[in-house]
């Protein structure tokens, strides 16, 4: 009590304070009556003339924006906006960025509307290059924050245009309604800002409690991601060791005994030193090698050696890597499929969810190989996803369920189920998959995770012939390019996979025919993708431009576009795959050749061989789990052997013969339907502790992918004028 007796004053004031703020009228009188009678100290407030100080500073301000008074309003914007707002916050560096554009170009908008004399001319051209100085100037520094932006990026060439008023990229600077919903924008983000800062300091405490508690979170997140993949990088090295370890007991019992029968008169035969090297060589190229050897006659056998080394043998065992033995991981239970998949149609939606997350989990966090195989395989046998029905109450409707969890947990599976091959030719079966999926789709909100799990279910099931032909057919194209205008809201699954998905359906004639369609479009988005900081998607871009720059009606669109000088802003300052594939795509803008008709049957449909034969299980699918267990409640496989435990009846699956990939060099865009997670494994950017030095000389000559340049005063504004507000692969382990 005595704590609270000595802040007493300053908490009533709080208290007080907050309720003056949130206009309480009646409540601030009966509150400030009981402090009386008690006696208790009520500090004073400040009274009304601060709103009115308030609405005139606000007034000056959007005054001084429409007369042109650059210094009297960026005198005021500093004095009454904060230095934390202005530096930190994305909303007001982006709204000052286009204010002194404003500014910048107001004497030429006010020079269209009234035509000057000749010696106003002359003042007028003196004062326009000063505003366009400044602009430079503040370009250089305070606004050389935003120059990684692909919003602002086209801006940086305005000061070099000799009259932006014709230039295509910055007519619309010059119409007033641009100017119109910049001073609204103005308007409303002084409003809120400043009764922002006069915020009571009961709600200020508040939200730095709310703030530190979410930063805390995320940085506990973070470290347990990294935490579990340092887990399975030393967990591999773990089992290498033992591995060598067990190995070599085992020989050194066997080079005992040789010598124990040695010492009683025994002689060692060849064959049974040449069983020793075998078991010390790590694969199946050495240990020919090894045969080849006779070590009967020391110093022979082998080319690459000198015929005089007598120590072949030793240093050939000493120069290798004992093998690492491949752990056995036991089959998961079997389950009872028919109570699974009526519990998951008729059960409540807590249960539906947590058996979705169950059966996910089971799928994700199985080991690659036979167990991952066998639970696959079980799902298929069973038709969990009833692909092979046509009930109306199947378990793929949950897709449409009105509960949020269902929905999400329900796209995370399908999205699993397509991460691998079996799953995709699985879930191809059923013919309405598509169209759930494509409504979904589009009725989701931009930042959900459910949209982010259906897009890159739909984005793996492009992969299919059969399936890209009908997301063409729908006109998915369109709807990927209308999306992409707009990648702030995105995360960086969500824009990887809509730009890989966009590229797969560009890789068909169809697809390029209907780029031709909105061409204008398209080539617009893909410049301004070029540019984006995120880099692993440069490589799906790159692919993109390549397939439909074929199409001659979409070079002469991309000529007159001056595409060529946008490109070469990227080989001014970019890596070396960069610089290699935008030569490609570039000699395929300059290309004369018409289109050949008789090439186009790439859409006809082919039988599926899988030479999409992708596996790969991102950590994605498992991230932000919103459903929590509460006291009691059966979650994973412990839900799932607790009460859906069936009949002993896994079979192992018989494995296909893998078909031969077919790679292309690094340096050429992508010309085949590729998925992100399988890019990135294909052709990572930096090197893992585990890989062989066989791997890294590999890794070496593709190199790490940097970041492309992103400022450049020739590119033109592809971008609408608008505020708006990696992931490493895990395979096989996943935190659940």
């Known amino acids: 009590m005595g704590d609270v007796l000595a802040y007493e004053a300053e908490l009533l004031g709080m208290v007080k304070e907050y309720l003056e703020f949130a206009e309480f009228e009646e409540t601030v009188r009966s509150f400030t009556k009981e402090c009386k009678i008690k006696g208790k100290p009520v500090p004073k407030t400040g009274g009304g003339s601060a709103k009115d100080a308030k609405d005139l500073m606000i007034q000056d301000l959007l005054t001084s924006f429409t007369d042109g008074d650059q210094d009297v309003f960026f005198e005021l914007w500093e004095e009454h906006v904060p230095p934390a707002i202005r530096d930190n916050e994305a909303i007001a560096q982006k709204l000052e960025f286009y204010l002194h554009i404003h500014f910048a170009i107001f004497l030429l908008k006010r020079s269209v509307v009234k035509p000057p004399s000749v010696s106003a001319h002359c003042y007028n051209k003196a004062a ?20 990684q932006t692909t919003e602002f990026l086209p801006f940086y060439a305005l000061p070099f245009v000799p009259n932006p008023m014709i230039h295509p990229s910055f007519k619309e600077l010059f119409q007033d309604s641009w100017e119109s919903d910049l001073k609204t924008r103005l308007e409303d983000f002084l409003s809120a800002t400043l009764k922002a800062t006069d915020a009571p300091r009961l709600l200020t405490l508040y939200k730095e409690n709310v703030q530190c508690n979410q930063e805390m979170f995320q940085q506990l997140h973070q470290q347990l991601v990294e935490s579990e993949r340092k887990t399975m990088t030393y967990l591999k090295r773990f089992n290498k060791i033992q591995a060598d370890y067990h190995n070599l007991i085992g020989v050194t019992a066997e080079l005992v005994d040789s010598l124990e029968a040695t010492v009683n008169g025994k002689m060692i035969t060849p064959e049974d030193l040449q069983s020793v090297c075998v078991r010390l060589f790590s694969n199946q190229m050495m240990q020919s090698v090894v045969h080849s050897i006779d070590f009967t006659r020391p110093g022979t056998g082998y080319c690459c050696m000198s015929p005089c080394d007598d120590e ?6 000493r120069a290798s890597l004992a093998p690492v033995k491949v752990q056995e991981v036991p089959l998961l239970p079997s389950l009872d499929y028919e109570k699974l998949k009526k519990d998951l149609v008729d059960g409540n939606s807590r249960l539906k969810a947590f058996l979705l997350q169950a059966l996910r989990w089971r799928l994700t ?18 038709d969990l996803l009833d692909c092979y029905s046509n009930v109306q109450r199947s378990v793929l409707m949950l897709l449409q369920s009105k509960n949020e969890v269902v929905r999400q947990y329900t796209a995370r599976l399908i999205n699993a189920f397509a991460s691998l091959v079996e799953g995709r030719l699985y879930l191809s079966q059923n013919p309405r998959l598509l169209q759930l999926l494509e409504e979904r789709l589009k009725a989701e909100d931009k930042d959900s995770l459910t949209r982010e799990n259906v897009l890159g279910a739909l984005q793996k099931l492009s992969l299919r012939r059969a399936l890209q032909s009908a997301m063409i057919k729908h006109e998915l194209i369109l709807w990927l390019v209308e999306a992409l205008k707009d990648t702030d809201c995105m995360s960086d699954y969500t824009l990887a996979y809509s730009v890989a998905l966009l590229m797969n359906l560009c890789l068909r004639s169809s697809g390029k025919k209907t780029c031709a369609k909105i061409a204008n479009e398209v080539l617009r988005v893909l410049s301004d993708l070029l540019g984006h900081e995120n880099h692993e998607i440069h490589p799906y871009v790159n ?23 946008i490109l070469r802003c990227y080989i001014e300052e970019g890596n070396a795959d960069m610089i290699q594939q935008i030569e490609f795509i570039i000699k395929q803008l300059k290309s004369e050749e018409p289109l050949d008709d008789s090439v186009e049957s790439d859409d006809e449909e082919k039988e599926d061989n899988d030479e999409e034969d992708h596996n790969s299980m991102e950590a994605d699918l498992d991230k932000d789990e919103v459903l929590q267990p509460q006291e009691g409640e059966l979650t994973g496989e412990k839900l799932l052997t607790t009460e859906y435990l069936g009949i002993m009846t896994n079979t192992p699956k018989a494995k296909k013969k893998p078909f031969p990939g077919v790679h292309q060099s690094v340096d050429e865009p992508l010309q085949r339907p590729v998925t992100p997670g399988y890019h990135r494994a294909a052709y990572p950017t930096s090197e893992d502790d585990a890989l062989s030095s066989c791997s890294r000389d590999i890794l070496a000559q593709c190199g790490q992918r940097s970041r492309p340049p992103t400022r450049c005063g020739k590119r033109p504004s592809f971008s609408e004028f608008c505020l708006p507000s990696s992931l490493p692969e895990c395979n096989g382990y996943l935190g659940v």
Request: without cysteine; charged residues 25%.
């Open 128 to 147: 326009l290059d000063e505003r366009i100085s400044r602009f430079k100037m503040y370009l250089e520094t305070k606004g050389a924050a935003l120059s």
């Open 312 to 317: 072949y043998a030793s240093t050939m065992l």
């Open 365 to 382: 966090t199985s080991h690659p190989g036979e167990q991952r195989d066998t639970v696959l395989q079980a799902y298929i046998n069973n």
């Open 543 to 565: 692919g993109a431009l390549y397939s439909i720059l074929s199409i001659p009606s979409i070079r002469e669109e991309a000529r007159a576009m001056e595409m060529e000088d």
